[in-house]
Structures are given as C-alpha cells and as structure tokens.
C-alpha cells in the first residue's frame, strides 16, 4: 500500500510542523517511518517507530556519538503525539551537543 506522508517544515534538523490528522498515516511496518537527522557535534539521529500490537504505542529512539564512542537511549509513547514530543526535544538536545533525556536502551 503507498501512504502519502504530511509535509514537514524543518529548521534546525527539528520538525517544527506537520500535518494535524497523522493517525491516518501512521504505520505498523517494521522499522522507523520518521527519521530525523539531529546533527551538531553528537551527530544525532532521532527516529519513531511504531510498535507491533502496541495500539497506537510509539518508540522514539535516539541514536549519537560522545567521546568516541556510540549512544543510545529509548523510550516507548503512548500516542503518536507524545512520541512526536519527545523526538522533537530529543533532537533539539542533540543538535545543542547535549545527551537526550531518554532512558537507556
């Protein structure tokens, strides 16, 4: 099946905008459906994943680079919006060099 995707505005490798009705599009194939590039110093990426049979649950994973050596952390969000929220905060502190503050993976 082809999905449209919404349109993203990006600023800062963060998304700032996307389309209000994204339940209509959202997957549960394997793998992340939203990959954002965080960048700045950490190298950060950020992505949300749907989780199977989770109901509408959402995993947001961040992935960086610090003192040589990889990252990551993870947490599950109980609705796509939350996820939303906390990939957006996630990669905002990535791109300012920080760790996010999502639990370990």
């Known amino acids: 099946m082809v999905r449209t995707l919404p349109t993203l505005t990006m600023r800062n490798a963060t998304v700032i905008e996307m389309a209000p009705d ?3 599009w959202q997957t549960d194939a394997a793998g992340p459906f939203v990959t954002i ?3 700045g110093p950490l ?10 049979d989770g109901h509408g649950r959402t995993l947001v994973r961040a992935l960086w680079k610090q003192g040589g050596h990889s990252h990551s952390g993870s947490v599950e969000a109980e609705s796509y919006a ?11 502190a990535l791109a300012e060099g920080r760790a996010p ?5």
């Open 22 to 24: 994204l339940a209509t």
């Open 43 to 52: 190298e950060g990426i950020v992505t949300l994943t749907a989780i199977a």
């Open 82 to 92: 939350d996820a939303r929220t906390l990939a957006q905060a996630a990669a905002d």
């Open 37 to 39: 590039r965080a960048g």
């Open 101 to 105: 503050d999502l639990g370990p993976d």
